[in-house]
């Protein structure tokens, strides 16, 4: 079992090979116990479900092959223990943010996400007026999974359907689901009292053309989703050498900021960079949470505690990974 640990400074990375998951855990504690997390101004929790229904070609983060309620005992298991080790280390610091993601979330049943959501509660302080937010897959996600999130004060849910079209959806091994099914999570998820619903559209999967992401975004609209992130295949984002692909990308992006302008803005108006959301007219998102979950490894007042394999930890020194 590796953990990797990246050295911001001088951009050192080491690889510790360790022969199981209590020596992981030892090596993370030991460089996060050194950590003095309250002078950071920001601090923030993040909770990776290494497990997936399938695979979608495109993901760089994939987990475990599982079916909902198989399986996951056993990461929930870990995640208690985990949870064992590191809460003493920060009992007495105040969280700004908190992230659930994956791996697919919904692959946990309503009873173990009530669980997973119950211990982080109980054993971190989190704020009441930072963001707290569920990624959702609409396969495996039901009203009663929804019902849990709102019961444990999640205030922002976003969900990854990256396309309607079926062929697409093929075309990057992601069962398609009926419109009608979507349609109706849509109306779920604004029923309830959820500061802000986020839903995913992706672009740079085989297929993918101008007039299927107007399509694509035009249903969304239709059904009552008012934040729109249209993103872009990390992997091609990430590659040098296909940075034309991605500025035609970003072409079809700004083509289709035109299109929808009347209902939607484009990034507060600062056109296609590397977050590309669409938020309808009169809605202030940002303003809606004294505190954002960030990814910005830079930023050095920012502090993030990941917990489960795959979730990055780290403070200004360093970037640790358990795989």
Known sequence: MPVLIRDKKFEIRHQVTVDDRDACLAVKRQLLGTTEVASYLKRQLYVHVPLCFFHCSFCVYRGELTREG?????YLADFAQEIAVFSPLVDAVHFNSAF?????????????????????????SLSDKGEFTVELAPHGLKASKLDVLADLGVNRVTMGVQSTNKALLSSVNRPALPDRKIEALVREINARTFLEFNVDLMVGIPGRTYENLLSDFLKLASWGCRSITVYIDMRAYRDPARVVEVQAYKAMVERLS??????????????????????????????????????????????????????????????ITWH
Do not use: K
């Open 70 to 74: 198989t399986g996951t005992e056993a």
């Open 258 to 319: 035109n299109a929808v302008a009347d209902a939607y803005v484009l990034n507060a108006g600062q056109g296609a960079n590397e977050y590309i959301r669409f938020v309808g007219h009169g809605q202030d998102l940002p303003s809606r949470f004294a505190t954002r979950y960030s990814t910005d490894h830079s930023d050095e007042d920012l502090f993030c505690l990941g917990m489960g394999r795959h979730a990055q930890s780290w403070n200004r020194d360093m970037i």
């Open 100 to 124: 659930v993601g994956g791996g697919t979330v919904t692959v946990l049943s309503t009873r173990q996400l009530r669980q997973l959501l119950t211990l982080l509660r109980s054993q971190f």
